[in-house]
């Protein structure tokens, strides 16, 4: 592992534990299962599990901001 997908990884940590101490722990859930279907090669590739962060952060951003 280089240390770009080290980082890549630690910032999903970041994401998923913020997203949980602020949604409850259904946020892990849902992301652990794309993981697991990502790793299992009839889910979302990195790039979907990317897009569903991306979207969970600026859905949090509006949140915040109302």
Known sequence: MNAAEISAILGVVTT???LA????PEVYET???AI????S???PS???IE?????CKAD???IQDA
């Open 36 to 39: 697991e279907q990502s790793k």
């Open 16 to 18: 998923v534990a913020g």
């Open 51 to 55: 897009a569903i962060f991306a979207k």
């Open 21 to 24: 101490e602020k949604y409850g």
């Open 46 to 48: 990195v790039a979907d």
């Open 41 to 43: 090669k009839t889910g």
């Open 60 to 62: 949090n951003a509006a």
């Open 31 to 33: 992301v652990k299962q």
